[in-house]
C-alpha cells in the first residue's frame, strides 16, 4: 500500500484532468476545481487503508477499500479526453439525453413520517449513456420525487431453467415518463456493454427489433461506427451478481420499453445462483454506493423524500435538439409497441 501512495505521489502531474474541446467552459472549470480534490481524497483514502491494514482492522480496511476504489473511479473519470463508444445521435435516438460520463444522485427516503436517511447512486454513462442519461434527466426535473417504492414479482430466465422474483422498483408513475419535449411517452432502448463473442471486446449494443424480440429484428446497425452492436450473444459486462447493482426496468415482453422505473436486487429478491439470469434482458446502467443498508430495508410504500443530483453531473447531461420533430415524434411514439 505505501507502494501505491507513493507511485500517487510521484505521479501526481500525470492524474491531471483531460480537457475536451467539446466540454463546456463550466464543465473545463469543474475539472480544475475538483481534479485535485478528487486526487487527495483518493491518497487520503490509500492512507487509511494501510492504516487499518496494519492494525488488522477488517471492518476498517474493507470501509477504506471501499472508499479507495469510489476516490479512483472519480479520478479516472477525469482522465477520459474521449468517451469510449459512438451514441447513436440519429432517428429515434435523437432526442434521447445521454450521459457523457458519471453523475452521483441522492434519494432521501421517507416512511410515513420518517426520514430514513439517504440512498445514493453512481448513474454510469459509461456502462449505459442513454440510459444513465434518461435516469439523471428525470432525477434533474425532480420527477422521482414523492414516489413510492412498489414491489414487482418477475419471471426470470425461461424454459425449466427460471425463478420468480420479487422485487423493489422505484420511479413507478403511471406508464412512465412523459416527454414535454414531445407529448409522448419516453421509451428506453435495451441498452447494455457487452463483450463481444470470442474476442472480449466491450461494445455498446442495442436490442434488436421492434419489441426487442431478435425475432422481429427490424434495426440494422452494419452503417454505423464499429462500436456499436446489435450482437445480443455476447456476454454482459456488467452481472446482476455485483451487489448494489442498478438497472432500467421494463416490461418482462417488450425490451425497448423502459421508460421511468428502476430497480436494484435485495437480498431476497433473488437466489444467488439465479441472479445472472437477469443479465442481457435489463440494462444496469449504476450502483448504489452509500446508503446500501438501507435499501436492503427499503419497504413497499417508502417514498422518495428529495431528489440530489450533483454538480458535475448535471454538466455531463447531454441533451441533443438537432433532431426533426418527425424524428422526435417517431423516437417517442407508439412505434416501439
Same mark, same amino acid.
Do not use: C
Given at each position: 500500500?505505501?507502494?501505491?501512495?507513493?507511485?500517487?505521489?510521484?505521479?501526481?502531474?500525470?492524474?491531471?484532468?483531460?480537457?475536451?474541446?467539446?466540454?463546456?467552459?463550466?464543465?473545463? @472549470?469543474?475539472?480544475?476545481?475538483?481534479?485535485?480534490?478528487?486526487?487527495?481524497?483518493?491518497?487520503?483514502?490509500?492512507?487509511?487503508?494501510?492504516?487499518?491494514?496494519?492494525?488488522?482492522?477488517?471492518?476498517?480496511?474493507?470501509?477504506?477499500?471501499?472508499?479507495?476504489?469510489?476516490?479512483?473511479?472519480?479520478?479516472?473519470?477525469?482522465?477520459?479526453?474521449?468517451?469510449?463508444?459512438?451514441?447513436?445521435?440519429?432517428?429515434?435516438?435523437?432526442?434521447?439525453?445521454?450521459?457523457?460520463? /458519471?453523475?452521483?444522485?441522492?434519494?432521501?427516503?421517507?416512511?410515513?413520517?420518517?426520514?430514513?436517511?439517504?440512498?445514493?447512486?453512481?448513474?454510469?454513462?459509461?456502462?449505459?449513456?442513454?440510459?444513465?442519461?434518461?435516469? @439523471? +434527466?428525470?432525477?434533474?426535473?425532480?420527477?422521482?420525487?414523492?414516489?413510492?417504492?412498489?414491489?414487482? /414479482?418477475?419471471?426470470?430466465?425461461?424454459?425449466? +431453467?427460471?425463478?420468480?422474483?420479487?422485487?423493489? @422498483?422505484?420511479?413507478?408513475?403511471?406508464?412512465?415518463?412523459? +416527454?414535454?419535449?414531445?407529448?409522448?411517452?419516453?421509451?428506453?432502448?435495451?441498452?447494455?456493454?457487452?463483450?463481444?463473442?470470442?474476442?472480449?471486446?466491450?461494445?455498446?449494443?442495442?436490442?434488436?427489433?421492434?419489441?426487442?424480440?431478435?425475432? /422481429?429484428?427490424?434495426?440494422?446497425?452494419?452503417?454505423?461506427?464499429?462500436?456499436?452492436?446489435?450482437?445480443?450473444?455476447?456476454?454482459?459486462?456488467?452481472?446482476?451478481?455485483?451487489?448494489?447493482?442498478?438497472?432500467?426496468?421494463?416490461?418482462?415482453?417488450?425490451?425497448?420499453?423502459?421508460?421511468?422505473?428502476?430497480?436494484?436486487?435485495?437480498?431476497?429478491?433473488?437466489?444467488?445462483?439465479?441472479?445472472?439470469?437477469?443479465?442481457?434482458?435489463?440494462?444496469?446502467?449504476?450502483?448504489?454506493?452509500?446508503?446500501?443498508?438501507?435499501?436492503?430495508?427499503?419497504?413497499?410504500?417508502?417514498?422518495?423524500?428529495?431528489?440530489? @443530483?450533483?454538480?458535475?453531473?448535471?454538466?455531463?447531461?447531454?441533451?441533443?435538439?438537432?433532431?426533426?420533430?418527425?424524428?422526435?415524434?417517431?423516437?417517442?411514439?407508439?412505434?416501439?409497441?
Amino acid at each position: 500500500m505505501t507502494v501505491a501512495i507513493n507511485t500517487v505521489d510521484t505521479k501526481r502531474s500525470k492524474l491531471e484532468p483531460l480537457f475536451n474541446e467539446n466540454e463546456s467552459a463550466m464543465m473545463q @472549470v469543474i475539472k480544475g476545481e475538483k481534479g485535485e480534490r478528487f486526487i487527495e481524497d483518493f491518497r487520503n483514502q490509500l492512507v487509511g487503508l494501510r492504516n487499518a491494514t496494519v492494525s488488522q482492522n477488517l471492518t476498517r480496511t474493507l470501509m477504506f477499500q471501499k472508499k479507495a476504489l469510489l476516490s479512483l473511479a472519480d479520478v479516472g473519470g477525469f482522465l477520459v479526453k474521449e468517451f469510449p463508444y459512438d451514441v447513436p445521435t440519429e432517428g429515434r435516438y435523437s432526442y434521447l439525453p445521454r450521459l457523457m460520463g /458519471r453523475a452521483k444522485v441522492t434519494f432521501e427516503m421517507r416512511r410515513r413520517k420518517k426520514i430514513l436517511g439517504n440512498i445514493t447512486i453512481i448513474a454510469d454513462g459509461f456502462a449505459a449513456p442513454i440510459t444513465a442519461g434518461n435516469f @439523471v +434527466d428525470l432525477s434533474i426535473r425532480n420527477f422521482y420525487t414523492g414516489l413510492p417504492v412498489k414491489l414487482s /414479482r418477475k419471471k426470470v430466465g425461461s424454459g425449466s +431453467d427460471f425463478e420468480i422474483g420479487t422485487i423493489p @422498483v422505484f420511479g413507478s408513475f403511471q406508464e412512465g415518463f412523459y +416527454d414535454p419535449l414531445t407529448a409522448k411517452l419516453r421509451r428506453i432502448p435495451l441498452e447494455i456493454i457487452r463483450l463481444e463473442s470470442g474476442k472480449g471486446i466491450p461494445k455498446l449494443s442495442y436490442a434488436e427489433g421492434e419489441t426487442g424480440d431478435i425475432s /422481429r429484428a427490424r434495426w440494422d446497425f452494419s452503417d454505423t461506427p464499429a462500436s456499436i452492436s446489435s450482437d445480443r450473444n455476447g456476454k454482459s459486462l456488467l452481472s446482476f451478481d455485483i451487489p448494489g447493482l442498478v438497472a432500467l426496468n421494463h416490461p418482462d415482453k417488450n425490451l425497448n420499453s423502459g421508460s421511468s422505473e428502476f430497480f436494484s436486487l435485495q437480498l431476497e429478491s433473488l437466489p444467488d445462483s439465479k441472479r445472472q439470469l437477469l443479465d442481457g434482458d435489463y440494462a444496469p446502467f449504476g450502483y448504489i454506493v452509500e446508503g446500501y443498508d438501507l435499501f436492503l430495508s427499503v419497504l413497499p410504500g417508502d417514498i422518495i423524500e428529495n431528489t440530489y @443530483v450533483d454538480e458535475l453531473g448535471i454538466e455531463n447531461l447531454v441533451k441533443l435538439r438537432q433532431s426533426s420533430f418527425s424524428e422526435v415524434v417517431q423516437g417517442s411514439g407508439n412505434t416501439f409497441e
